[in-house]
C-alpha cells in the first residue's frame, strides 16, 4: 500500500500561484510514477502533469504547458506542482496519484492505484 497526502490548496485570485504538495508513504518503492490529475464539478478527471520518481522525467498536459511545474525531493518522498498564471476555469479538486507504470503511458487515471484525498483549489476574484 502507498498512501498520498496531499496539501496546499486554496483561495487564488486569477494570474495566481499556488504550489500543491504531495507526501508519500508506505510501499513507495513500487512508485514509478507519480501524477496530478484535477475534477471539476460535472466534468471527467483530468490529467495534468505527471513526474518520474527516480529519474525526475516530466510530463504535462497541454493546458498547462508553460504555467505548472511538476517536481520531486526524492528523500522526502514528496512530489510537488508549482502553479502559475492560475484560470478560473482551472478551479477543481486536485490529487494526486502513484503508479507503476511508465510516465510515457501515465496520462489516464485507470494507470494508477493509489490516490489522495485530493485538495481543492478555487480560483476566482
Known amino acids: 500500500q502507498v498512501q498520498l497526502v496531499e496539501s496546499g490548496g486554496g483561495l487564488v485570485q486569477p494570474g495566481g500561484s499556488l504550489r500543491l504538495s504531495c507526501a508519500a508513504s508506505?510501499?513507495?518503492?513500487?512508485?514509478?510514477?507519480m501524477g496530478w490529475f484535477r475534477q471539476a464539478p460535472g466534468k471527467e478527471r483530468e490529467f495534468v502533469a505527471a513526474v518520474e520518481w527516480r529519474s525526475g522525467s516530466t510530463n504535462y498536459a497541454d493546458s498547462v504547458m508553460g504555467r505548472f511545474t511538476v517536481s520531486k525531493e526524492y528523500a522526502k518522498n514528496t512530489v510537488y506542482l508549482q502553479m502559475n498564471s492560475l484560470k478560473p476555469e482551472e478551479t477543481a479538486v486536485y490529487s494526486c496519484?502513484?503508479?507503476?507504470?511508465?510516465?510515457?503511458?501515465?496520462?489516464?487515471?485507470?494507470?494508477?492505484?493509489?490516490w489522495g484525498q485530493g485538495t481543492q483549489v478555487t480560483v476566482s476574484l
Open positions: 508506505g510501499r513507495t518503492f513500487t512508485t514509478y510514477t
Open positions: 496519484a502513484a503508479s507503476a507504470d511508465d510516465i510515457r503511458i501515465a496520462t489516464h487515471p485507470s494507470r494508477y492505484n493509489y
